[in-house]
């Protein structure tokens, strides 16, 4: 059998580590039967000529990172589903956000961690499943921004509509993803053991052309790195204005008790729109990187030849981004290190003190409050010496 080599419409396929590993898939290139009975030539689940640093990489940092990653969505999924955290539209979304990636995180560790075992054979299924999971990721990142933005810009709820969002979020990803599950069919080979390979329908040139070659960086890259840049910018001039405008007013001293409360709402949905920014840039950053790989791959074609430990970026920067978030909302988000503190008591951890602004607002709110109840009293003391005869 001659050995394999990346047929021409594979250029515009996923550039995942499994395309630098395994051929066509007339080949079962965990065993090394192929379908006519040859012999592959890799065999044992070796890693088909990659090198012992992107093997490392490849599988087994990444391995660890997404395990990692699934303890750290497990425990965002627990905390956000608290009373006390459930009952803001926000959380939920990010509950919503945490499944999708843990789901994403444990097919990306099945599929790469795992395929020296053999799992690269059950490619026709996991394939399609980690494409909805990852998808679905992006898109409700995406909503993240448009609900802080149309909280906080717009000065909107969509506490009843935000159901609606997720639920097209899942819908549009599974319509997405759907042709996936056609790319790929089982076969028996002549040693009678279970293999996969290409659909013809996986093989055509408009599916090869339209479907990955245009619609993955469309949907995948071009689309959500254009609209949360947009969104970013406006929300960012809006969290400064909201920063500004919470000093300001701090140093004024008659704000009645409704003003401060009022300030004090603000304070918080400024810190958690900021924790959403920083997670949503971090995310740019991964997409962006990864969008910059796939173009330098596009643009020299069959003549991509990148340094070995490069081969898997596309996988490594997607199951980063998937596991990096709860380090982020334990970082910057204050509800969500109490939150944690409270319910993991037993791992001896202690709550932080309250932001500035926050103790201020406090401060001033309970300043207030005896200056105001002393004002009743000495009235009340003038009221009553008035009245004695």
């Known amino acids: 059998m001659e050995e394999y080599t990346k047929e021409s419409g594979d250029n515009n396929s996923d550039y995942n580590y499994e395309d630098y590993n395994y051929g066509s898939g007339n080949c079962d290139y965990g065993s090394g039967d192929c379908e006519d009975g040859s012999s592959s030539g890799v065999g044992g689940g070796g890693v088909g000529g990659i090198d012992l640093g992107t093997k490392i990489l490849c599988e087994i940092i990444l391995s660890i990172i997404a395990i990692s990653g699934i303890i750290g969505n497990i425990i965002s999924i627990y905390v956000f589903s608290r009373p006390k955290m459930v009952s803001s539209t926000i959380y939920r979304i990010l509950i919503a956000l945490a499944i999708f990636d843990t789901l994403f995180l444990v097919d990306q560790f099945i599929s ?10 059950a490619k026709p299924v996991w394939y399609p499943i980690k494409g909805f999971a990852y998808v ?11 609900e802080r933005y149309i909280n906080v810009c717009l000065m909107k709820s969509i506490q009843k509509t935000y159901i609606i969002g997720i639920g097209g979020v899942v819908l549009f990803s599974v319509i997405w993803n759907f042709p996936k599950c056609f ?13 996969y390979r290409d659909t013809e329908f996986g093989s055509t040139k408009t599916y090869q052309n339209g479907y990955k070659g245009w619609g993955y960086p469309i ?5 959500p790195i254009l609209v949360l840049i947009v969104l970013n ?3 960012v001039q809006k969290i400064n204005e909201m920063g500004k405008d ?7 001293t008659s704000e009645n008790l409704g003003d401060k409360q009022k300030m004090k709402n603000k ?11 920083v997670a949503v840039n ?3 950053v991964c997409n962006i990187s990864e969008c910059i790989y796939w173009l330098i791959k596009e643009a020299q074609g069959d003549d991509f030849n990148p340094p070995p430990m490069f081969t898997c970026w596309g996988d490594f920067s997607q199951v980063l981004n998937s596991s990096f978030n709860v380090v982020i909302y334990g970082v910057f988000s204050e509800r969500f290190r109490d939150t944690f503190c409270e319910e993991f008591a037993f791992l001896s951890c202690k709550k932080k003190q309250s932001n500035q602004i926050q103790m201020n607002i406090v401060k001033k709110t309970k300043t207030n409050a005896n200056t105001l109840q002393t004002t009743v009293d000495s009235t009340s003391t003038t009221k009553e010496s008035t009245t004695i005869p």
């Open 183 to 195: 790319e790929y069919t089982f076969y028996t080979t002549q040693k009678n053991t279970t293999s």
């Open 219 to 223: 949907v995948q890259f071009f689309i």
């Open 246 to 252: 919470i000093e300001r007013r701090l140093r004024q």
């Open 136 to 146: 679905c990721s992006i898109y409700l990142t995406v909503f993240l921004s448009v």
């Open 233 to 235: 910018f406006f929300l």
């Open 267 to 277: 304070a918080t949905s400024r810190q958690v729109t900021k924790t959403v920014l």
């Open 282 to 284: 971090f995310f740019l």
């Open 112 to 121: 790469v961690g795992l395929q020296d075992y053999g799992t690269e054979k």
